[in-house]
């Protein structure tokens, strides 16, 4: 299984980036082709009792390789990952996109 995790600081308005998140950015990622599984993760502490500096992490589940090249290569991806920018920019959140494999 291919995967791509996002990692999202905790965002300058939390309102502005929550509202986005869940009214246009989430639906945009469930039409990324292929998709099997998006796993919403919010943050609410780590283990030495400081404010944590991620907000969400984000988990998109593809198949095999070639469902997850075809995913990234599509407008669909393209589109969510230029709304990424945009929001995150808006409402001063940062993120990291990372690539994994599920053994």
Known sequence: MHKLLVTYTR???????????GEVHAPMVRRIPGLKKLVINRITGNSIGTDPSLYLIVGLQFGPREDFDAAMASEENAAAGQDAVEFCRATGSRFEVLIAHED
Request: without cysteine; charged residues 45%.
């Open 11 to 21: 965002p300058r308005d939390v309102d502005a980036f929550e509202k986005h998140f």
